[in-house]
């Protein structure tokens, strides 16, 4: 197996398989509603919702980076869209566009070889290796806080929503 293939086949798994780490982002989503997706404790900058929204958005601008697209990165605004439609449909269409994200970034790792990565890619530090590797770290690292979230909401009936909790 290539570095390429254990690379993709690491991306996937975070997203719909069963990592080493334990539940898949997906997995953890399942059961989420826009209501609670878009809850803020007092103590978190950040919604399920504005995870999942950043996490679409960095995997977006990694397939970008590949393909060699990208435009150029505004720290703080390129990959933290606003959240502005609060409603169900719109909840669920956010954890597709996730999913999709996640889809399109592992399909464009497949199509490259492993000679690739030690070259410097347009628009971010370091090789695409540690470009590839940093990915799987982030995704991981909001899995966590997703994780932690989820926990949160479900043990503490919070009042208003997003922004506005009580937590």
């Known amino acids: 197996m290539s570095e390429i293939e254990r690379i993709a086949g690491l991306l996937a798994e975070t997203f719909e ?8 982002i997906l997995t953890m989503l ?5 209501d609670v997706a878009a809850r803020k404790p007092r103590w978190s900058a950040h919604t399920i919702w504005d995870l999942v929204a950043h996490l679409t958005a960095e ?6 980076v590949l393909e060699g697209t990208a ?5 703080g605004v390129t ?4 959240v502005t439609d609060l409603s169900e449909p719109a909840w669920e269409q956010a954890v597709r566009d996730l999913d999709q994200a996640n889809r399109a970034l592992v399909e464009a790792v497949k199509q490259l070889d492993d000679a690739v990565l030690d070259r410097k890619p347009i628009r971010v530090r370091g090789p695409f290796y540690v470009m590839l590797h940093g990915t799987l770290q982030h995704n991981v690292y ?9 926990g949160q909401m479900s043990l503490i009936e919070v009042e ?3 922004g506005g909790s009580a937590l």
């Open 17 to 24: 398989g069963q990592p080493y780490y334990g539940p898949s």
């Open 30 to 34: 399942e059961n989420i509603t826009a």
């Open 59 to 64: 995997l977006n601008y990694a397939r970008e």
């Open 71 to 75: 435009e150029p990165w505004i720290e």
């Open 79 to 82: 990959t933290w869209p606003a």
């Open 142 to 150: 909001h899995a966590g806080q997703i994780s932690l979230l989820t």
């Open 160 to 162: 208003g929503s997003y």
